[in-house]
Each structure stands twice: as C-alpha cells, then as structure tokens.
C-alpha cells in the first residue's frame, strides 16, 4: 500500500481500468479521511518471513525466557518452555535470528555443542554494560554456553520455524565459518563434523539457509568502514560449502539512516567484479524507535505517544531511501531488505528481573507501534523480504515475558497472532488522504489520524 494523490489515483484507475474497493468516508478530527483499494493492482506477496523473530544472548532472553532446563520445575520440552513454544505455535512463526546481536560477534559455535556439563562458561559480551554493574551474577554476566546450536534448532523445530544465524565476524575467522555451516548442514557419514552432529543425537542434518555475515559491523561488529566491511564479507562467503542447499547470505546493514554505509558497501563488494553483488541475498537494516529520556516504557504523556508513533512512521523513509541507494549498483535489485532488528526501545525500569538487561513492560502504545511497522513492510513486500522483531521474550519489543514458572504474553503477540493471517497474502495498493492528529499541545503531529 501506498500514499498517491488524487489526480495520480484517477489517472491510474482510467489507464488501468482498476478495481477499486472504496471505504466509506470516515470523519476524523474534523476532517474527511478517503480510502480507496486498488485490488488489481498488487505489489507483492507478502512473505511470511516479514513476521519474524530475534533471540539474543542478553539479559533474560534465552535463560529464564526460552531456557529453562530439563531438570527444571516449570514445565518444559527438552529444556525449552512449554508455554513459550505452545504460544509460538499459534504464530505460525516462519524464522528466528540467533544467537545475536552483539553477542554474535563474541560467539565461538563450538562452546555451545557437546554434552552440556562439559561446555565452557565465558564472559558475556554484556558484561561492561551500566545497568549490569548491581545485578547479581548469573547467565547475563557469565555466559554457561547450556543453550547451543543443538538446542536452538530444538527450539525452531517445536515451534516450526527456519533457523536464521548470526556469525561471528569480528573475533572468529572465515575457516570458523564455514565449519559452522558444515557442522548444520554437511549429512552424517560424509564430514567428521557431520558425524559429530549426529553423535549429539541430530543425524539429520539442521538446512540451515539464513546466514547473517556478522552483526552491526559499524559498530559492535567490529567498527569496519564499509569498504573494510565489503572485503570481510567477500572473504566469508567465498567458496562455502553449501551440501546442495543454496545459501541465503545477509549482510550487516545501516544503523538506520545511514545511507553512506549501504552505498559504499555496495561500491566495494562490486568493485572487483558486479557479479559478487549476486553472492548478497540480503542487506539487514536496522531501527529502533526510542523515547529519548522522555520516560519509561509505562511513563508517557499523550504528545509522547504521538511522537513516539511518528518515529516508528519514519521506517517507511529508511526502506524507500536504502531501497533507492541499493539500486544505484543493483539496478535490477535482485538484494532485498532484510529488517532484522526493530521496535521500540525504551530506558530501564520496568524489567522484570533485575537482571534483564534492556527488559521492558509493553502497552497498548507498543502494540500500535508493532501495527504500523507490520503495515510499513505489507506495503513493501516488494522490497522487504525477511524483518525480524528484537526480541522475543524478556528485551526490548517483546512478544512475551517470563520469570521462573511465571509466563506472560504482552501485547505485542496479540498484534502478531491478528496479523498472521497475512501470511502468504497479497498486497495491493491503496488511495489514501487523511488528517493529521492534534496532540494535548494542541499542536498537530507528523502522525495521520488513521493508519492504512
């Protein structure tokens, strides 16, 4: 769906002949709202990979939220949370990111695989971080490394969705890498990696497509310029084994608007040779919508609400303005964008355990913020091809929240069970003029009185 003005709207529906669904007008603020759907007029399928996930290494995410234990008293499938896992069933999820994140880029896969009592304990990347300096010591300083690839893929199977993972670029090397892959996906009895996963207990290979080529390389990933970046990624992705499964390869993307970042990757993975922009499946985005100080996730005026929902409104402008910087060297634009970091980020207070790092309580606010980016990536399900909402449980825009037996689903499920039925679905453009709000300042907003 799209905003076009009326003359585009009637020149498009004469030449077209388009059918077109008009939506009563609605009065909104004094004003009229016109909607009209072009329904032979699609942009795209929209890719249940839109409706994805994130689970990081950080805070309550993995331990206490999806991690639980075998041995534990609350109810759990193999050491996973039964009720997380029955809840993710009713999404219908397609894929999840992991193990980062930040801490991708600190990762050594081989601590996370053997048996569990003989796996090392490592310092967390998080560790130096403000708000864990109090927090008493636990999984969030002092990674025990009890959750690993084995029961990750545990995890997507029981909840039936594709693995998506991080690799470690910054402190880990490009041999690293593809043993990582081989150890997922080579069939036992071909590789000794491939025996050592079935020795574990998992003959049959992970098919692990999704690889992430290292996290936020601008910064946590390892502070690259882009053009030390491009050079990185070609040396990670050259001559991967892939045991007949074609690789789905994601690069780190912008910090939001930085469109230098994206043009001058683009320049430097092609500037040898065009062809390796083809070796690039993805370019991953990523945005927050934060309350810059102006209280918690549960402290908020009107005017904030507003401003808050005009920010998350500005990933339209990041989608179309990377779209077109893309374009520049992929004119066919055979890269899509991945968003595989998003929400609403909001300072501390309203965790549920001391020591969930960047944990926050939801409301209604957040639910709306959810809605509107969901409708932003419909819109360019031409363009977005995977986004990932961080995180899952216990950080940030989560879906659900969990201490010890206790388990909570926020609003923010609520918004991605409605939307799950778009799944699949085709989206069709749409006519649309509405109003601006006016918040408790009297003043009018950036956000339109009604959402499309």
Same mark, same amino acid.
């Not at 994805?52 to 939220?65: A, L, N």
């Not at 009890?146 to 909840?159: A, D, K």
């Given at each position: 769906?799209?905003?076009i003005?009326?003359?585009?709207?009637i020149?498009?529906?004469?030449v077209?002949g388009a059918?077109?669904f008009a939506?009563?007008?609605v009065r909104a603020?004094?004003?009229?709202?016109?909607?009209?759907?072009?329904?032979?007029?699609p942009?795209?399928?929209i890719?249940?990979?839109?409706?994805?996930?994130?689970t990081e290494?950080?805070?309550?995410?993995?331990?206490?939220?999806?991690w639980?234990g075998?041995?534990?008293?609350?109810?759990n499938?193999?050491g996973?949370?039964?009720?997380?896992?029955?809840?993710?069933r009713?999404?219908?999820p397609?894929v999840?990111?992991?193990?980062?994140?930040?801490?991708?880029?600190?990762?050594?896969w081989?601590?996370?695989?053997g048996?569990r009592?003989?796996?090392p304990?490592?310092t *967390?990347f998080?560790?130096?971080?403000?708000?864990l300096q109090s927090?008493?010591?636990?999984?969030?300083?002092?990674?025990?490394?009890?959750?690993?690839t084995?029961?990750?893929m545990?995890?997507c199977r029981?909840?039936?969705?594709?693995p998506?993972?991080?690799?470690n670029l910054?402190?880990?090397?490009?041999?690293?890498?593809?043993?990582?892959?081989e150890y997922?996906n080579?069939?036992?009895?071909q590789t000794?990696?491939?025996?050592?996963?079935?020795?574990?207990?998992d003959?049959?290979?992970?098919?692990?497509?999704?690889?992430?080529?290292g996290?936020?390389?601008?910064g946590?990933g390892?502070?690259?310029?882009?053009?030390e970046?491009?050079?990185e990624f070609?040396r990670?992705?050259?001559?991967?084994?892939?045991?007949g499964?074609?690789?789905a390869?994601?690069g780190?993307?912008?910090?939001?608007?930085?469109?230098?970042?994206t043009?001058?990757f683009?320049?430097?993975?092609?500037?040898?040779d065009?062809?390796?922009i083809?070796?690039?499946?993805g370019?991953?985005?990523h945005?927050?919508?934060g309350t810059?100080?102006?209280?918690?996730?549960?402290?908020?005026?009107?005017?904030?609400?507003?401003?808050l929902l005009?920010?998350?409104?500005?990933?339209e402008?990041?989608?179309?303005?990377?779209w077109a910087a893309?374009?520049?060297l992929d004119?066919?634009h055979?890269v899509?964008?991945?968003v595989?970091?998003?929400?609403?980020?909001?300072?501390?207070?309203?965790?549920v355990?001391r020591?969930?790092?960047?944990?926050?309580?939801?409301?209604?606010?957040?639910?709306?913020?959810?809605?509107l980016?969901l409708?932003?990536? *419909?819109?360019?399900?031409d363009?977005?091809?995977?986004? *990932?909402?961080?995180?899952?449980?216990?950080?940030l825009?989560?879906?659900?929240?969990?201490s010890?037996d206790?388990?909570?689903?926020t609003?923010?499920?609520h918004?991605?069970?409605?939307?799950?039925?778009?799944?699949?679905g085709k989206?069709?453009?749409?006519?649309?003029g509405?109003?601006e709000?006016?918040?408790?300042?009297?003043?009018p907003?950036s956000?339109p009185?009604?959402?499309?």
């Amino acid at each position: 769906m799209k905003p076009i003005n009326r003359r585009q709207f009637i020149q498009r529906s004469a030449v077209a002949g388009a059918a077109v669904f008009a939506v009563p007008t609605v009065r909104a603020a004094g004003s009229e709202t016109e909607i009209k759907v072009l329904l032979n007029e699609p942009i795209g399928t929209i890719s249940p990979d839109l409706y994805g996930h994130f689970t990081e290494h950080i805070g309550g995410v993995i331990y206490d939220g999806i991690w639980v234990g075998e041995d534990s008293k609350v109810p759990n499938q193999g050491g996973i949370r039964t009720a997380l896992v029955e809840h993710m069933r009713r999404l219908k999820p397609s894929v999840v990111r992991w193990p980062g994140g930040c801490f991708a880029d600190s990762y050594n896969w081989r601590d996370g695989i053997g048996p569990r009592a003989q796996r090392p304990r490592r310092t *967390n990347f998080w560790i130096n971080d403000g708000f864990l300096q109090s927090a008493p010591d636990g999984p969030a300083k002092y990674e025990p490394n009890q959750f690993g690839t084995n029961e990750f893929m545990h995890f997507c199977r029981l909840i039936g969705a594709q693995p998506y993972l991080a690799t470690n670029l910054r402190s880990n090397t490009a041999r690293d890498f593809y043993e990582w892959v081989e150890y997922c996906n080579a069939p036992a009895g071909q590789t000794t990696l491939g025996d050592q996963r079935a020795s574990l207990g998992d003959k049959e290979p992970f098919g692990v497509r999704f690889w992430g080529v290292g996290n936020e390389s601008w910064g946590c990933g390892g502070n690259f310029t882009p053009e030390e970046y491009a050079t990185e990624f070609r040396r990670f992705t050259a001559w991967v084994p892939n045991f007949g499964l074609p690789l789905a390869f994601i690069g780190s993307g912008p910090n939001g608007g930085d469109l230098d970042w994206t043009r001058k990757f683009f320049a430097g993975l092609g500037q040898r040779d065009r062809g390796l922009i083809n070796s690039l499946y993805g370019w991953a985005l990523h945005y927050y919508c934060g309350t810059a100080g102006k209280g918690d996730a549960i402290d908020f005026t009107v005017a904030d609400w507003y401003e808050l929902l005009g920010k998350a409104l500005h990933m339209e402008k990041l989608i179309q303005q990377h779209w077109a910087a893309m374009g520049e060297l992929d004119p066919r634009h055979r890269v899509k964008l991945i968003v595989d970091e998003w929400g609403a980020w909001h300072r501390p207070g309203t965790q549920v355990e001391r020591w969930h790092l960047f944990g926050q309580t939801s409301t209604m606010r957040d639910a709306l913020i959810a809605a509107l980016t969901l409708d932003i990536f *419909n819109r360019h399900a031409d363009k977005v091809a995977m986004a *990932n909402v961080a995180q899952l449980i216990n950080n940030l825009h989560s879906l659900f929240l969990a201490s010890g037996d206790k388990f909570f689903a926020t609003p923010n499920f609520h918004i991605f069970e409605m939307y799950s039925a778009h799944h699949n679905g085709k989206s069709v453009w749409t006519v649309f003029g509405v109003p601006e709000v006016s918040t408790d300042s009297g003043k009018p907003s950036s956000v339109p009185a009604l959402a499309v």
